[in-house]
């Protein structure tokens, strides 16, 4: 397939949502009396610039944004700990507030990254699936159906490993569900664009892509 350039303005959205997401997370909002990372504003943005690119450009184009997107965190996140550990200039006064707010503990990169590969890639999965058993009708069934396994996935995986030994199994319990309850709710409010962009971008690139006798293998990047 040609990269057309609106195929790019996608992949860098998708990627730019990943890296905000990872940075703001470490602030805690209340939203009606549930208490969120701040990353909820942008991170279920993904998972649907996701839905999209594997609705219209397929499954193995989505792969290789997902991988590209681990990569852009994985240097972003390099760029941070190596600002950290260097000596901080005399006129420079927040030191501790930057690896207080930045300098992200080792448990929590691992769950983060972990998370995000299972579920973006579940996420897409589900959704080509999805696709040629619809016959590529009710799309809305496919994004949101798509969102409430990998959403589901992303969630237990990121929260289990990050608070599992920390909270208590009923306090974690509940912090999943609301999570993802969440995550599913913003994926089900944001499905009237979802269908704008998939028609515009259809018609404007003249794909849809079913992946029919495709290796879902998330290795296989070639």
């Not at 504003?41 to 649907?48: A, V």
């Not at 450009?57 to 390099?78: E, K, P, S, T």
Request: with cysteine; charged share 15%.
């Amino acid at each position: 397939m040609t990269v057309s350039h609106r195929f790019v303005v996608v992949a860098a959205l998708f990627v730019t949502c990943l890296i905000t997401a990872n940075i703001i997370i470490v602030k805690q909002v209340s939203i009606v009396g549930v208490v969120l990372p701040a990353a909820i504003i942008i991170f279920p943005l993904s998972y649907i610039i996701g839905d999209v690119l594997t609705e219209v450009y397929g499954y193995r184009q989505a792969r290789r944004v997902i991988w590209l997107g681990f990569l852009c965190n994985l240097v972003a996140v390099v760029a941070i700990w190596v600002a950290k550990i260097l000596p901080a200039a005399p006129v420079f006064e927040a030191q501790q507030a930057y690896e207080r707010i930045l300098g992200g503990t080792p448990r929590f990169l691992v769950a983060s990254f972990l998370a995000y590969l299972a579920g973006e890639f579940t996420n897409s999965i589900v959704l080509s699936r999805m696709k040629i058993w619809t016959h590529g009708r009710w799309l809305w069934t496919r994004t949101i159906g798509s969102t409430v396994v990998g959403q589901g996935v992303d969630t237990v995986v990121v929260l289990t490993i990050a608070f599992a030994g920390v909270l208590p199994a009923a306090v974690l319990g509940m912090m999943v569900l609301s999570h993802w309850l969440v995550k599913v709710v913003y994926e089900a409010i944001a499905t009237p664009f979802t269908y704008l962009a998939v028609s515009y971008l259809k018609r404007k690139e003249g794909l849809d892509v079913y992946d029919y006798e495709v290796d879902f293998n998330p290795l296989k990047i070639s």
